[in-house]
Every structure is written in structure tokens, then in C-alpha cells.
């Protein structure tokens, strides 16, 4: 008799009464305490656009009202809810500040949805490389500096596009380059999608401040990344005079369901009510706690937690701390994957990214003094048993190659756009140096691209690719699933 197959709700609910503790999104961690009431059942309020609850796509009742609600309380001029995530709200930025055809200026180390956009748009991109923070192997900041000499040699640039914080926490200097956008009178977009939680912090310096904050014309927020809201819940803001806000608001007519969930517009609202209140007095205790936390993971001997001092050099502006950043470089044999591995098989705790050397546990507001304390726990006895065989830094080839290290400036022979117009010819990896790619290639998460469209293929591609694998990471992009063959441009 056949086994019957484990349903995905039957093994969500499993997973829940488990004892794995998440350091991964969504912030809420898996955890309902916003009020005493609590969330009700979905079934129960998951309706449509019935008389009186208003269409999020002609918002001119309790909607509309609910985000004028947020918008004064960010200090924007509108505040948009989305239910398809931020990949909606930078479509929208991205389409909606440019004309087809175009010219952009957006940081190498975007997000896979930004290129998205360049390519519905049929965009132009030129790009700002970020800096190379080499110590911990991951992109630094963007210079202010790089945005202005960009601005400055090409005037059919129509808006700026940047990343901060990024997956890393890695923070750039939004104020001043939001001030140079401004002088050549161009928009700054900023997908804040990893810093949510940034306009309800403390007033103390500890987390930096948010793009909204800065001066920036558009800001994309994920809730649910760092704060406690449904999965794919996020919030778009437009602020100023160079955002034409009737375009960007027909792009997410597009971009967005046009059946919306009323689940999940009701849970960004009962978030942000919370934030406005409680979760400010939340905040601090999160600040508390992860003070703690770095303090009592100073003495580790070969794992090492990054901790502020990764803002000493000149590679990086400014860091989020609620991104706990576990290097592996002097753990021999370990990587990244492998302890990822351990602290999930071992000690049930669910890590939110492994990289070649170096994993990435998000921390909200919602996690708790035991979570902290388990992962505390688990980093001090691997630290421990890897100190007694550990022979110092790791040679493993599969590991010397990083997505940070790997955004170097790369030929560009057409567009993203007329890349995938184009006839394709199939080619093995190995022999692929010095094609045009009609494909991206990248790790996900984060989702960053190490090749995008309309490049050359570099000698780092495939160097990329194979070192990856090896590391046991998903690498992501290429219709080849074998990762042996790439699509390219027919000469």
C-alpha cells in the first residue's frame, strides 16, 4: 500500500510545534503577541472588494484613510501598501521614474527584481560599483562620490538606484548621495527592504537611520523581513517633487494583484499600529538584547561574530546590527554551509543565509533572550570543537571566490533587454569566456547577480559557479540545471 504524501500544511504545522528557532524572516518569528486578542482566522475575514472595505486600487475609504494613517506617521507624502512584496514596489519605482527606453543609474549589487525592472522598461542601466570590504568578503557602501561622477558625465540619467541596508547590513551614505541625486535633479529609490524596522529605533545611534529619514524620494520597505507581518507584506514611500506619484501608483495597479488580500492589508496595518507604540518601546529592548549578544561572543577563538568594528575602514559607511554576520574564514574545513548544517541539524536553529565563508542570522524585535541565548550556546561549543582541529584559515579553492569579490566592472555589449531578444546559442561553462550572457547568474538568497545579461562572460563567471557548487550553495538563474551549459547571444 502506498505511503500517503505529507501535505506542505500538514508539515507547516509539524515544523510550528517544533523546537527549530528561526533567525531567518518573516520578523515575526513565528509568533502572534501584538495584542491580546490576537490574529483572528484567516477564513473568517478573507474577503473581496465588498460595500464598505474599499479597492487598494481606487483607495478612497477605510484603505485610503489607513495609509494616510502611515504615511504622517513615516513624516512621507504617501504610503503605499503591498501585497506582492517590495519586488512590486521597485517594478513600480523602477518603471515609474523613467521613460521605455531610458537611462538609470543603479548599484551593481541590486537585487535581482531591480534588473527586473531595467528589463520591462527596457532601461539603459549604468552602474555604481560598491566598495570591497575584503575582510569579511561581501560589498561595502556605495561612495557618494561615485554617484556624483555618474550624474555628472551622463545627463539622460533619470533616476538613481540603491540598496541600503543590504541582505548584509551594509549601510550607504543615502543623505549625501540623496543630496547630490537632488542637484541634478534626479530621484533617489532606495529598497530599504532589510531595514524596516529602522524608522522605529532608537534615537541613540545604534541602528542607522533610515532612507526616509534621509532625504530619499522613494523607499521600498519588506515587513515581513524584520518585522512582524505576513510574508510578502511590504510598504512603499514617495515623498518630494521629482516623483510624479500618479505614475508610480499606475505601475503598481500593474504590478500588484488585482484581487489583494485583505489578510494581508489588515496585518500591515495592525503592524505598523504597533510599531507606532509598543514596538518603540520593543526597539529598545532589541537593542538591549543584541548588545548583549555581541558582548558575549567576543571571547569566540575561530568563529568570529563581525561586530561594529567592521565600520573601521573606509569600505563601509554605516551597519545594521540586527544582521549577526558568523565568519568561518579561520574554521579550516568548516564553511559557511557546513555551519549552517550544524546549527540546524544539531542544534535546531534555522539560519537565514550560508555563504562561501560566512552565515547570516536575521534577529528582529520578536526574538527572544532564549534565542539569543541558544545561538550564544551553539557558536561557543562549535568554536570550541573546531579550535581543537582547526590548522588556521581555510585554502579550500571552493571557497576563495565571493559574490562581493566577484562584481567587478564587466563588458557590456548591449542591454539587458535586447540580451534576452536575442537568438540564444547554448554553450558549455568552461568555454563560455569572452560571450555575451543571456542569462543572470546568482546565489540565492540574496539574489544579487554576478552576471547579468548583456555581459561578457568572465574567466570569475565560471570560476563562480563551480566554487559555489562545491561550497553547497544554491546557485540560480541559468535554465541549465546541471550548471554545465549557459545560455548566450548568438554572434
Known amino acids: 500500500m502506498k505511503e500517503k504524501e505529507e501535505s506542505l500544511l500538514e508539515k507547516l504545522t509539524k515544523y510550528s510545534s517544533s523546537d527549530f528557532y528561526p533567525f531567518h524572516m518573516p520578523g515575526h518569528k513565528r509568533r502572534d503577541d501584538l495584542d491580546q486578542a490576537g490574529f483572528p482566522d484567516p477564513y473568517g475575514i478573507d474577503i473581496t472588494e465588498i460595500d464598505g472595505f474599499d479597492n487598494l486600487h481606487h483607495a478612497d475609504g477605510i484603505l485610503k484613510d489607513s495609509m494616510r494613517r502611515a504615511a504622517d506617521m513615516y513624516g512621507t507624502d504617501r504610503t503605499n501598501y503591498l501585497v506582492n512584496g517590495s519586488t512590486c514596489g521597485i517594478l513600480s519605482a523602477i518603471c515609474g521614474t523613467t521613460t521605455a527606453g531610458g537611462k538609470i543609474l543603479m548599484a551593481r549589487n541590486s537585487h535581482i527584481s531591480a534588473y527586473n525592472g531595467v528589463i520591462l522598461n527596457r532601461l539603459f542601466p549604468e552602474y555604481v560599483y560598491p566598495e570591497y570590504a575584503e575582510t569579511l568578503g561581501i560589498s ?73 529619514s534621509c532625504g530619499a524620494d522613494i523607499v521600498i520597505q519588506s515587513l515581513h523581513k524584520t518585522l512582524p507581518a505576513f510574508t510578502q507584506t511590504a510598504v512603499l514611500h514617495i515623498s518630494g517633487t521629482l516623483v510624479d506619484h500618479e505614475k508610480v501608483e499606475r505601475y503598481l495597479k500593474m504590478f500588484q494583484s488585482s484581487s489583494p488580500s485583505y489578510v494581508f492589508m489588515a496585518g500591515i496595518e495592525r503592524c505598523l499600529r504597533y510599531m507606532d507604540k509598543e514596538g518603540r518601546e520593543e526597539m529598545k529592548r532589541y537593542e538591549d538584547r543584541l548588545r548583549a549578544f555581541y558582548a558575549n561572543v567576543r571571547d569566540l577563538t575561530i568563529l568570529r561574530v563581525f561586530d561594529r568594528e567592521i565600520m573601521d575602514g573606509s569600505d563601509i559607511f554605516g551597519w545594521d546590527p540586527s544582521k549577526i554576520i558568523i565568519s568561518t574564514k579561520r574554521a579550516g574545513d568548516l564553511n559557511g554551509n557546513g555551519l549552517a548544517a550544524r546549527l540546524r541539524e544539531t542544534y535546531h536553529l534555522e539560519i537565514e543565509m550560508a555563504a562561501s565563508d560566512h552565515v547570516i542570522a536575521l534577529t528582529s524585535l520578536k526574538d527572544t533572550d532564549e534565542g539569543f541565548a541558544r545561538l550564544e550556546k551553539a557558536l561557543h561549543l562549535i568554536d570550541k570543537e573546531v579550535c581543537g582541529r582547526s590548522d588556521g584559515e581555510s585554502k579550500d579553492a571552493a571557497r576563495i571566490l565571493t559574490p562581493g569579490c566577484c562584481l567587478a ?16 546559442v547554448r554553450a558549455p561553462l568552461e568555454s563560455a569566456t569572452g560571450m555575451v550572457s543571456k542569462e543572470f547568474v546568482y546565489v540565492y538568497p540574496p539574489g544579487i547577480p554576478v552576471l547579468v545579461p548583456g555581459e561578457k562572460i568572465g574567466v570569475q563567471a565560471a570560476e563562480f559557479i563551480e566554487k559555489s557548487t562545491a561550497a553547497g550553495l544554491s546557485v540560480q538563474g541559468l535554465s541549465d540545471r546541471n550548471l554545465s551549459t549557459i545560455l548566450t547571444v548568438a554572434q
Open 140 to 212: 561595502g557602501s556605495v561612495r557618494a562620490e561615485a554617484v556624483e561622477d555618474a550624474l555628472k558625465a551622463d545627463k539622460r540619467i533619470q533616476a538613481v538606484f540603491l540598496t541600503s541596508p543590504t541582505y548584509e547590513g551594509v549601510v550607504s551614505d543615502v543623505r549625501q548621495i540623496a543630496a547630490i541625486a537632488h542637484r541634478h535633479g534626479v530621484p533617489l529609490i532606495v529598497d530599504e527592504a532589510h531595514g524596516a524596522h529602522l524608522p522605529f529605533a532608537p534615537d541613540d545611534g545604534y541602528f542607522p537611520a533610515s532612507a526616509i
Open 409 to 424: 566592472k564587466s563588458d557590456r555589449i548591449c542591454t539587458p533587454a535586447e540580451a534576452l531578444d536575442a537568438q540564444g
